[in-house]
């Protein structure tokens, strides 16, 4: 089955500690995209890869950090550097970068900080 | 800058009923359109989309409208199902931009 596999489900952190979220894609897509969710609320871009090796900020990329060095993998660090970061986060990837496309979501990550 | 957003963040219906969401859009040289479902806990799924050079396009029990005239997207569901009850997003298919979404509420 082709799609996009996320993991864990559910992370729990505690205060300063750096935690990595696992992305993966086996669509053959380019672009890879991280957003965050906050209850009741839309999708924020946290970063974003069109290639591999090449990443670009998004609109809250302030204490995180990615990689992009297979095409299929595309993992989310969440630094101490982040406030606030208990959310839901999101990966996704198109065929297209930022020029227009059908998104493909991954399941989700849940991170909590205790 | 550019958005889309729904227009009622929250919509209840009866089961059985039709349902329609609605989203307008700011950039008129948006071409494509594309309507997603979000259930709780879950990540969003692809229901529908639409090219700027029809005004209409049906799936199973589902039709999006575009109104370009007035930058206007609507998602008609019909006959709506418990399993209907989620979070709708639009988008114009640029990635940076998603709105809050309407969270949808059947009651059997």
């Known amino acids: 089955d082709g799609g996009i596999t996320q993991s864990p489900k559910y992370l729990f952190r505690k205060e300063g500690q750096n935690v990595t979220l696992s992305c993966e894609q086996n669509?053959?897509?380019?672009?890879m995209y991280w957003y965050r969710q906050d209850p009741g609320q839309g999708l924020r871009l946290i970063y974003y890869?069109?290639?591999?090796?090449?990443?670009q900020k998004g609109d809250i990329a302030e204490g995180y950090s990615v990689s992009r060095e297979k095409k299929e993998s595309f993992p989310l660090t969440v630094t101490s550097a982040q406030k606030n970061p208990t959310a839901f986060y999101l990966c996704?990837?198109?065929?297209?970068?930022?020029?227009?496309?059908?998104?493909?979501f991954g399941p989700g990550t849940r991170l909590t900080v205790l | 800058g550019e958005s889309v957003g729904l227009h009622l963040p929250t919509l209840s219906v009866q089961e059985g009923d039709n349902s329609i969401i609605n989203c307008a859009y700011s950039?008129?040289?948006?071409?494509?359109f594309i309507w997603y479902k979000q259930e709780s806990g879950k990540g969003p799924q692809f229901i529908i989309d639409?090219?700027?050079?029809?005004d209409k396009r049906q799936g199973q029990r589902v039709t999006v409208l575009l109104n370009k005239t007035v930058k206007h997207l609507s998602l008609q569901i019909a006959a709506t199902q418990p399993g209907d009850s989620a979070v709708y997003f639009c988008?114009?298919?640029?990635?940076?931009?998603f709105g809050t979404g309407t969270s949808l509420t059947v009651i059997p």
């Open positions: 639409i090219r700027s050079n029809m």
């Open positions: 669509l053959n897509h380019d672009a």
């Open positions: 988008s114009t298919g640029n990635q940076f931009y």
């Open positions: 890869s069109q290639i591999v090796n090449d990443f």
């Open positions: 996704a990837s198109s065929i297209m970068g930022l020029a227009g496309g059908r998104m493909f």
């Open positions: 950039n008129s040289a948006s071409d494509y």
